[in-house]
């Protein structure tokens, strides 16, 4: 997550030395019953200006530990290197999978490989570059229930909304702008919003679905019931 944060303001600096930036955009996004909606993708493309998401210079880090993709939802910018990351003390998979309805979505990037189990703090990695926009799902071979989801966007503004379905977007132009959602749940498309920045301003968005409830983690070494 400090890669994360690093590579977001870096982006928000180059543009607010391009561009008038005042606006604060706070928003708080439900699931269809009103139940707030975690992991949830918000892109905030503005009508003036043609910027674009600047990568990172350093990996986006995604961590295999207590067998689970951490974090779940991972959302990065067109041109990034996501580094995956083995914490747990036995051999992963890291591999591609279509999304979508009945994996309808074919994954933005195609790809497969094994990664070591971690030695005291030795840890196994491997590093991809995302070049196009688009989605792909996490899987494991020898841990058939790990799934994570990565999203590749080249819209300027973009978060992924916290527990409480809440994520603050600062250094915005003022004028009009399109919001637009994404969950990994999702069976359609959210339909896209028409905003108006100026100072701060608080939103509240609604998904089309329920998202499922997660599982809470569960350590590796933690017996099934």
């Known amino acids: ?10 982006a928000l600096s180059s543009l607010a030395a391009s561009c ?20 949830t993708v918000v892109l905030v493309q503005p009508a003036a200006g043609s910027a674009t998401a600047i990568p990172p210079k350093e990996p986006v880090v995604i961590v295999q530990q207590d067998i689970r993709f951490q974090p779940y939802v991972t959302l990065v910018p067109v041109g990034s290197t996501v580094r995956f990351v083995n914490r747990d003390s036995f051999d992963h998979h890291v591999r591609s999978l279509a999304g979508g309805p009945l994996g309808s979505i074919p994954p933005v990037k195609e790809f497969e490989f094994r990664l070591a189990a971690a030695r005291g703090a030795r840890e196994s990695s491997a590093d991809l570059k995302f070049d196009g926009a688009g989605s792909v799902v996490l899987g494991c071979h020898i841990h058939g229930s790990m799934r994570g989801h990565v999203l590749v966007s080249a819209v300027p503004f973009q ?14 132009p003022n004028g009009a702008a399109e919001l637009r959602l994404w ?36 350590r590796a070494d933690e017996p099934k019931n």
């Open 1 to 10: 997550m400090k890669h994360a944060t690093r590579w977001a303001a870096a």
């Open 20 to 39: 008038v930036c005042a606006a604060s955009l706070r928003i708080v996004v439900v699931g269809a019953e009103g139940r707030p909606a975690a992991d």
């Open 159 to 172: 978060a992924v909304t916290d527990a409480a379905g809440s994520v603050t977007l600062a250094g915005l």
């Open 183 to 218: 969950h990994p749940d999702q069976l359609t498309e959210q339909a896209a919003q028409k905003i108006n920045l100026s100072g701060d301003v608080t939103l509240d968005a609604k998904l089309n679905f329920n998202p499922r409830r997660r599982p809470p983690p569960r």
